[in-house]
């Protein structure tokens, strides 16, 4: 549980989640951390793997890295979900090493919703998951 009583009120809410993150050990505690705050989440470590769970799983909620080792980067696979329809109601949060405020003006046009810079913080990232409306 979290010191954050905000937080703490809010756990009971269970998410959808797609987490595309090449990195194996930041998808895994990203996962890990996820988990035990009652989501069920699907990793996938490029965009076009990233993509095909999107549409097999219509997730409530995709945390993408910006900078994937992959021909699409984080922006591609967000103008991809937004354009579609259908995926209109998910909640797409960027996480990425740069934070400066191109970068997320950058991940706010390419369709993202929040942009998270690294570390992650794991707090601010609950919140935003917890509170979100997707009907």
Request: aromatic content about 6%.
């Amino acid at each position: 549980m979290s010191d954050d009583p905000q937080i703490n009120n809010l756990t009971d809410v269970s998410r959808r989640i797609v987490v595309i993150e090449d990195n194996l050990d930041s998808a895994e505690v990203l996962q890990t951390f996820l988990e035990i705050h009652g989501h069920e989440i699907t990793v996938k470590h490029n965009a076009a793997d990233g993509l095909q769970a999107v549409n097999q799983i219509l997730p409530d909620v995709v945390i993408c890295d910006i900078s994937l080792s992959d021909e699409l980067d984080g922006y591609d696979v967000a103008r991809e979900i937004k354009q579609n329809e259908q995926f209109k109601s998910i909640l797409l949060i960027a996480l990425s090493g740069y934070g400066r405020l191109e970068d997320k003006e950058h991940a706010k046009s390419a369709g993202f919703d929040a942009h998270l810079v690294k570390p992650t913080d794991f707090n601010e990232l609950l919140k935003l998951i917890n509170k979100f409306d997707s009907h």
